[in-house]
């Protein structure tokens, strides 16, 4: 199994920043691409932005330019950098991995974080 745990969420306000971090564990064979999602009250759970493990990168449009996302190989980590954060930016931020364990190694599955809360006002 993997298991991912976000860190880095909390209160900010308007125009702040702030780093999130998820780092993966367990039994991990290979790391194909980590994501980061969001999922605000009422809404359904948005893509923000994915990263491959050559380092190649996407994102939304609502985020593209405020938000970077990058990624640490060795210790199976990866970050969203958040600039210029609005009120709408307010949710439950989560993050995947698209890997395979040592158990399974040819066998890819998607695997969720607990997500970390992010709140933006005065």
């Known amino acids: 199994q993997v298991q991912l745990v976000e860190s880095g969420g909390g209160l900010v306000q308007p125009g702040g920043s702030l780093r999130l971090s998820c780092a993966a564990s367990?039994?991990?064979?290979?790391?194909?691409?980590m994501d980061w999602y969001r999922q605000a009250p009422g809404k359904q759970r948005e893509f923000l932005a994915g990263?491959?493990?050559?380092?190649?990168?996407n994102y939304a449009d609502s985020v593209k330019g405020r938000f970077t996302i990058s990624r640490d190989n060795a210790k199976n980590t990866v970050y969203l950098q958040m600039n210029s954060l609005k009120p709408e930016d307010t949710a439950v931020y989560y993050c995947?991995?698209?890997?395979?364990?040592?158990?399974?190694?040819?066998?890819?599955?998607?695997?969720w974080g607990q997500g970390t809360q992010v709140t933006v006002s005065s």
């Open positions: 995947n991995a698209d890997a395979t364990t040592r158990q399974a190694p040819r066998i890819r599955l998607i695997y």
């Open positions: 367990g039994s991990i064979f290979y790391i194909y691409a």
């Open positions: 990263i491959t493990n050559g380092g190649s990168t």
